[in-house]
């Protein structure tokens, strides 16, 4: 038996589950040259999308990732997603990773998606520490979890991208 999705809701959007229906604007997302310039991954391909999206129903079902994908109240066409993955064996401690789309960028839309994610990692997941990785020099992510209570950790490194910046939230 399929587990039920967390779909959650905020003000002006819903957080859903992603679909295979939803590949064009997945693909879109994880291609996009300018929702793309600071995430070291090489060209993407609609087979490589597609094992995306595989991977993130696994990772659900396996319950080692949540991957919701990003609708406005008026529309079911992903304006980008957002996730918490990465999760610890202990399930302490998870990641949040999150993409939108350039048109819906700069009006709160991440910063809404955020905080309710943030909410459900801790209140339903049981998180005590949620971690963010960001390129150093994507100054609006920064500022983002800044805003969300992240505190950059200058003493960890990403090993498989030294442009990274590390951030936690203690929860």
Request: proline share 4%; charged share 25%.
């Amino acid at each position: 038996m399929k587990k039920s999705y967390p779909n959650l809701k905020t003000e002006r959007l819903c957080l859903r589950e992603i679909l295979i229906s939803d590949l064009d604007r997945v693909h879109f997302f994880r291609s996009d040259k300018e929702i793309n310039k600071f995430i070291k991954r090489p060209p993407q391909t609609i087979e490589m999308t597609i094992e995306h999206l595989q991977n993130i129903s696994k990772e659900f079902i396996a319950n080692k990732s949540v991957s919701w994908g990003i609708t406005t109240k008026d529309s079911d066409i992903l304006i980008g997603s957002i996730c918490l993955w990465n999760f610890s064996v202990d399930r302490k401690t998870a990641e949040v990773g999150y993409g939108l789309d350039p048109a819906f960028q700069n009006k709160g839309i991440m910063g809404e998606a955020l905080k309710e994610v943030l909410n459900f990692g801790i209140v339903e997941c049981g998180f005590k520490c949620i971690l963010a990785y960001t390129d150093y020099r994507n100054i609006p992510s920064k500022a983002l979890l800044k805003q969300h209570g992240f505190i950059p950790i200058t003493n960890i490194k990403d090993a498989d991208n030294q442009d990274n910046e590390v951030f936690y939230l203690n929860c």
